[in-house]
């Protein structure tokens, strides 16, 4: 076999060239580039992009992202979602065309993650299903159905006095060290075998605080319908901006597709001072308390995004448990009263009542829900009618009783009665109770039944009642959702009437 000329392969090489020119075609992209003009804590200012978008993503010198925020003749404010320690002046800013965005999908059930999607709790990339922005407008109102469908807490003295709907945006506030994350993680723990998918967004928190509630939520199974969204205190204040958006962006992708889901955020006072310090630095003009002036909208339009969809978007629901704290038990502050203003009711947790262990310490004179007795069980409404003013007038005359020591009769008869039910209404953490059990309770309180025994039998007595009345009946879950005139009604007084007709109240 002969080899092959020298010139012979000179001539191939040049036909595989020219073939190679011929069919080449140049495919060019246009990306347009700026450069950083200067940056400080957490915000740059760049140059040179002048066609960005509004929210859009940005990638500042190799790998560190941001989101344009502030858009000016000459330049635009940049907020960093990563550490800017060494980014420096002159260096590339680089579009990608596209708003910031966040993964959504049933990947996220079960993990911990930032705001920007990536994975906290060491297991590996999420997997995504799609990528929907984290700024979505909030459902009009032809697309919105009212609130008919309670949310247990598995707390008597919520669902009972500040009944929530499924859909509502119902504030938690109270001063510092008071159980307002508690009482979201209880209402997360009580949504086991409901359906109810659960997003917790920490934004700004501790790290061990964080720690012990994924901790808990871990031990107790909650991670099995849930997912957390998490960003520290020491993180970059426009990753604590976001956090609330993209929860609510991975809720609605559920709520859209006819599902119910829980969102609470913790809190959105670190939220409102992250975006205050944002505010400062892109040398926006400061109003009150040096909040900028669309502080009232940056929460409106993320608590408007909260709501009931009609059956025609698919019936799904997203309830929000926004979480405030207030200082010195002043509810008058600036974002405070804009909460109030913005949700459907709120859930206000009284220090004082802490301090004496009341527990969960809710005021229930200075805590209200706007929608939820609407959604709220029958059998609640037959029990509780007048409980909420009773236990109301009770706490004043409780004030005014401590000026005197005369008191007649009737009005020593309504401080025991109150007493009693303020103490039924105590519970322990991570011990839910059934409708069933709540209202059997609640019956037995009502009655009159638990004013002759003793405040440190109460508890005791209370365990008692529900044992024997699931014994007695074997439709006591039925009590929640039981009408005033069905039958169960009168087999459960008559019941309660016999457990307690005995001579002494340790029978009972």
């Known amino acids: 076999m002969t080899k092959p000329s020298l010139k012979h392969t000179i001539e191939q090489a040049l036909q595989a060239v020219r073939k190679g020119k011929d069919e080449f075609t140049l495919d060019t992209e246009s990306m347009e580039v700026g450069r950083i003009l200067s940056i400080v804590q957490g915000v740059a200012y760049a140059e040179g992009v002048g066609a960005v978008r509004a929210e859009e ?11 344009a925020l502030d858009i000016l003749p000459e330049k635009i404010g940049i907020v960093l979602m990563g550490s800017g320690k060494n980014l420096k002046a002159n260096e590339e800013v680089a579009r990608t065309g596209r708003v910031l965005d966040v993964p959504v999908g049933e990947g996220l059930i079960g993990r911990i993650i930032t705001p920007l999607g990536m994975p906290l709790d060491g297991r590996g990339a999420i997997r995504e299903d ?39 945006r119902e504030l938690i506030l109270g001063d510092r060290q008071t159980g307002k994350t508690a009482i979201a993680l209880d209402t997360i723990c009580n949504q086991k075998d409901t359906g109810v998918i659960c997003i917790y967004c920490a934004i700004g928190q501790r790290s061990s605080s964080v720690a ?25 204040p426009g990753m604590q901006y976001i956090a ?12 859209k597709q006819g599902r119910d889901v829980l969102v609470v955020f913790d809190d959105l006072t670190r939220h409102a001072q992250a975006y205050r310090q944002l505010s400062l630095l892109l040398r926006r003009p400061p109003g009150r308390e ?8 940056i929460h409106s339009r993320l608590l408007e995004r909260a709501t009931h969809l009609n059956t025609e978007q698919g019936g799904g629901t997203l309830t ?10 002043n509810i008058s502050a600036y974002i405070p009263t804009n909460l109030i203003s913005i949700t459907d009711g709120q859930i206000y947790l009284n220090p004082d009542l802490f301090q004496r262990g009341i527990l969960p310490a809710v005021d229930a004179g200075k805590s209200v829900s706007r ?8 059998g609640y409404r037959k029990v509780a009618g007048d409980l909420r003013l009773t236990y109301s007038q009770f706490q004043e005359l409780e004030a005014f009783a401590r000026f005197g020591t005369r008191l007649d009769e009737e009005t020593r008869s309504k401080l025991e009665h109150g007493k009693r039910v303020r103490e039924i209404l105590k519970q322990e953490r991570f011990a839910p109770l059934t409708p069933g059990e709540q209202v059997a309770v609640l019956l037995a309180v009502t009655k009159g039944h638990f004013d002759k025994l003793p405040l440190e039998e109460i508890d005791q007595a209370q365990q008692h009642v529900i044992t024997a009345l699931t014994s007695a009946l074997d439709e006591i879950e039925l009590l929640g959702e039981a009408q005033a005139n069905d039958p169960i009604w009168d087999t459960a007084s008559k019941a309660l009437d016999t457990l ?7 029978e009972a």
């Open 130 to 168: 799609e990528r929907w922005p984290v700024e979505l407008e909030a459902p009009p109102i032809l697309h919105r159905a009212p609130v008919i469908k309670p949310l247990q807490t598995g707390l008597k003295v919520i669902d009972t006095l500040i009944p929530i709907g499924r859909g509502q």
């Open 290 to 297: 040096a909040f900028p002036g669309d502080i009232f909208y």
């Open 244 to 255: 609330p958006y993209a929860a609510t962006t991975m809720g609605e992708y559920f709520m």
């Open 371 to 378: 929608v939820g007795g609407r959604a709220q069980m029958p």
């Open 320 to 329: 929000a448990l926004p979480i405030i704290e207030t200082e010195e038990q």
């Open 212 to 236: 012990r509630v994924l901790n808990e939520m871990e031990k107790r199974g909650a991670m099995a319908y849930s997912f957390a969204v998490v960003v520290e205190g020491d993180d970059q």
């Open 500 to 506: 307690f007709a005995k001579e002494s109240p340790e």
């Open 57 to 67: 993503l940005l990638m500042l010198g190799h790998d560190v992202p941001g989101m």
